[in-house]
């Protein structure tokens, strides 16, 4: 577990946990960093997500920049955004697009992208970026 030794609070103490409590309670902070093992954490709320598997088509530019357009599903969603999962490695913040199975367009931005080993799949965090008509959950489950 990391410390906070880097702001001179300790486990022992009890202080760094509750600062880390209060931090999370109150939402005082977007990111808290413990320099002395590298973590960041990030508070920010983000609206509850749902396990639901939708296939998109995403067309969009794969890491070396060119062109894509693949089949991926969700793996969760919320009204923000949500995961998807397809076999393309992405860059955080680029654009994509996902086109619906009704033939809706939605214009989102990469988050994160993780790629899994074992299973040879790609993760990708995506956030809409305008609240967009149509979208799977239009509103605030948080």
Do not use: H
């Not at 994160?112 to 970026?129: E, N, T």
């Amino acid at each position: 577990m990391p410390t906070g030794e880097g702001y001179g609070l300790t486990l022992e103490s009890g202080a760094y946990m509750k600062l880390i409590s209060e931090v999370k309670k109150q939402g005082m902070m977007k990111l808290l960093i413990d320099k002395t093992k590298g973590y960041v954490y990030d508070f920010q709320r983000s609206p509850r997500r749902i396990s639901l598997k939708i296939r998109f088509k995403v067309s969009g530019r794969d890491e070396n920049g060119f062109p894509f357009e693949n089949q991926a599903e969700t793996v969760d969603i919320s009204s923000g955004g949500g995961c998807l999962v397809f076999n393309k490695d992405v860059r955080k913040g680029e654009n994509l697009i996902l086109w619906g199975p009704n033939g809706s367009s939605f214009l989102v931005t990469v988050r994160w992208f993780k790629y899994d080993v074992y299973s040879d799949l790609r993760y990708v965090g995506f956030k809409l970026i305008e609240p967009a008509r149509g979208w799977v959950v239009n509103y605030d489950l948080s």
